[in-house]
């Protein structure tokens, strides 16, 4: 058995010692390396939180901070009595100035007209396509229901309400058709039937080739006779005169 002098246990102490403390540092570094990971994230979040914001802004024509306006009004009153609302037409709403104003509704007209030639464009795909892989087949249109009548069709153009076991609705139906007029018909009842309305084209004697021209374009009604406040006994032929309906 050795028996160590008191320097030499004191040198063996320091080692000691100095291992532990050296064993330490690695995890101390991973822990300062974990933090700095963390607080470089947290630095980093922001940045892409403004990218996601710009995106929709750019969509719509907006700047950053317009597009930040736009979801705080949503956040309130705004949002409340109309809770899907489009950033143009809400900040165009609650613009704070004649210039604000003059600005969100010029930004929305371009909008929407990019919007319409694109309608339009696919519109006529869609009708080639028709065309093609089913030519004895009359197309039916479904515009959503939004939509006011005249959107079948040219502004000015007649819109006929028409119901099932009508013979006064099939009797005006074959009057303006003998009379070459172009008309949107609206089947009031429809249920969202293609077949229903097509069976009723065929029935008072639509001519294919005008349904396939867009002389005469057939539709669901979907609400819209009652949308633009239709009274009285059907069949109704309407036109749309300075933004009011007019029953012919």
Known sequence: MSIRSPRTRHRLAIV????????????????????????????????????????????????????????????????????????LTALGIEARSDQE???????????????????????????????????GMQPVNQPSADEHPSAAG?????????????????????ELQGAGSPFDLYLVGSRQDDARVREWATQVGIDPAKVRARVITLNHDAGRWLSIGGQGELPAVVTEINGQWQRQ
């Open 154 to 174: 040219d502004a000015g153009r007649l819109a006929v309400f028409v119901k099932d076991n009508c013979a006064a609705c099939a009797a005006r139906v074959k």
């Open 101 to 135: 104003r003059r600005h969100y509704a010029e930004l929305q007209v371009r909008a929407e007209a990019r919007r319409a030639e694109k309608t339009l464009a696919y519109q006529r795909a869609y009708d080639d396509a028709w065309k093609r892989l089913n030519p």
């Open 16 to 87: 000691l010692g100095a291992a532990a403390i050296a064993s330490t540092l690695p995890a101390l570094a991973h822990d300062g390396q974990t933090a700095e990971s963390r607080v470089a994230r947290s630095e980093a979040r922001p940045a892409d939180d403004d990218n996601l914001e710009e995106r929709p802004a750019r969509d719509w024509g907006l700047q950053a901070e317009e597009w930040t306006r736009y979801r705080q009004l949503m956040r309130g009153p705004t949002g409340i009595y109309s809770p899907n609302l489009d950033p």
